[in-house]
């Protein structure tokens, strides 16, 4: 159902690689409610070209670039500009890559220049992105910046290695530079703490099966999809959440809540 939420507002929505991707249904949720976007994505993801099909869809205009590029994103913000005929009022970051969980290594046999690649492309892009944004001057007075994290910023999820690091410094800087944006232009930053969600980031995780049905069973009302959590996203995206900034928003069924359930008594006194 649409309620037209976003009628008039442009965007940029990055990391959309095939359809089970949290970005690819932001994408179909955003057009729905009425905005206009471009979609872009590491020229390396673009080779699958599934991201084709969702630009004809949305008949949206694809501007490839690697976010760990600053001279890729300022062709992207401002070839964005133009396609879109004026300033953006939102943006998606839903980056996510560890060459050591690609690579199977764990914590404590951790490669440091992969380590440093995690953090340039799942956190420091995110940086990177707002950095440009600011320089072009290219976000609208109250704007709203998104990006998706995961809760081992905060607890201890063993085979997530360093992406929890990464997750804890792209919630960092979505409040510092959600205070600097606030001050400036009134701009809003946010991160969204996922369920675990069946994608190939997602799935890319040692264990993910276990810690899939593990927040399940915890979460009162079940793990959140990737569909309700783009709903969650237009909603910030949208002008009935203004006020809300520089917060890391649970949308996670009530996980981060619990202490024990009842489904994981059951479970473990079998
Ligand atoms: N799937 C989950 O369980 C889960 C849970 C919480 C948070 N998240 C987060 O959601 C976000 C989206 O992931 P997803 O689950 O939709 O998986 P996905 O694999 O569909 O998306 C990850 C995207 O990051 C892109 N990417 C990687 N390196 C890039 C680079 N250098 N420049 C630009 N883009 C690059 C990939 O091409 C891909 O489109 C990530 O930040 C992820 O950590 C996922």
Redesign the pocket.
């Known amino acids: 159902m649409s309620y037209n939420l976003l009628k008039g507002k442009k965007g940029i929505i990055?990391?959309?690689?095939?359809e089970?991707?949290?970005?690819w249904k932001v994408a179909m949720r955003a057009k729905e409610e009425g905005a206009e976007f471009v979609l872009t994505?590491?020229p390396l993801?673009m080779r699958m070209g599934e991201i084709n099909k969702l630009a004809e869809q949305c008949n949206a205009q694809i501007i490839p670039?690697?976010?760990?590029s600053v001279e890729d994103l300022e062709n992207l913000f401002s070839k964005a500009q133009e396609i879109l005929g004026g300033k953006l009022d939102f943006v998606l970051h839903?980056?996510?890559?560890s060459p050591n969980i690609r690579k199977g290594k764990t914590y404590g046999d951790l490669n440091y220049d992969w380590f440093m690649k995690t953090l340039d492309?799942?956190a420091l892009?995110f940086h990177k992105v707002m950095h440009v944004a600011e320089k072009q001057d290219a976000m609208n007075e109250w704007g709203s910046i998104v990006?998706?994290?995961?809760i081992a910023a905060q607890r201890v999820f063993p085979d997530y290695t360093d992406?929890s690091q990464a997750k804890a410094v792209l919630e960092s800087i979505a409040r510092n530079y959600g205070y600097r944006l606030g001050r400036s232009k009134k701009i809003r930053v946010n991160t969204i703490?996922?369920?675990?969600?069946k994608?190939?980031?997602?799935t890319g995780v040692g264990g993910f099966d276990a810690f899939y049905d593990y927040a399940d069973k915890m979460s009162p009302l079940g793990n959140a999809s990737?569909e309700a959590c783009a709903d969650y996203t237009i909603t910030l995206f949208s002008d009935l959440t203004r006020y809300v900034t520089m917060q890391n928003l649970m949308h996670d069924g009530g996980f981060s809540s619990m202490g024990i359930s009842e489904d994981i008594v059951e479970m473990i006194s079998k």
């Open positions: 990055f990391g959309a690689l095939d089970k991707s949290i970005a994505n590491a993801a670039a690697d976010a760990t839903s980056i996510g890559m492309i799942s892009s990006a998706l994290s995961y992406m703490s996922q369920s675990p969600t994608t190939t980031a997602g990737a």
